[in-house]
């Protein structure tokens, strides 16, 4: 059975390979963080506990990065890096949330590259994407 899990190794190392593509993995969530009172196998008690919210925004993609372009010579020739957003999805019925889905349109519509990939290969169409 394929997961969401085993879908991003795979396509972190096929993208990863890629001389100009940088993508790092963007867990967003929210957790407890404070003064460790009590520890068992199975609870932690916190004192002066705070919620620490993880990852770049709520329905960020899991993978975030750049992808590097060269500018044509007629314009000065520079390379500029392209934002990058890839949502992982274990298949192509899994969730995907109202969030989610307005990260990756404000990227599309802002000249990012962003989608959802279950494959390596679905992967490599968001960021090429003609």
């Known amino acids: 059975m394929t ?25 967003v969530g929210m957790a407890y963080i404070g003064r460790v009172i009590v520890q068992t196998p199975t609870r932690i008690t916190l004192q002066d506990y705070r ?11 899991d993978l975030i990065g750049w992808k590097s372009i060269e500018i044509t010579p007629d314009m000065v020739g520079k390379r500029v890096a392209v934002f990058t957003a890839i949502e992982v999805k274990a298949n192509h019925s899994s969730r995907r949330t109202t969030e989610q889905m307005q990260f990756i349109k404000v990227v599309r519509d802002d000249g990012g590259h962003a989608g959802i990939a279950t494959s390596p290969e679905e992967a490599q169409q968001i960021i090429e994407p003609h």
């Open 3 to 27: 997961t969401e899990a085993n879908n991003l190794k795979r396509i972190m190392l096929a993208l990863g390979s890629k001389k100009n593509v940088r993508l790092f993995r963007n867990n």
């Open 51 to 61: 919620p620490l919210h993880a990852g770049l925004v709520k329905g960020s993609s």
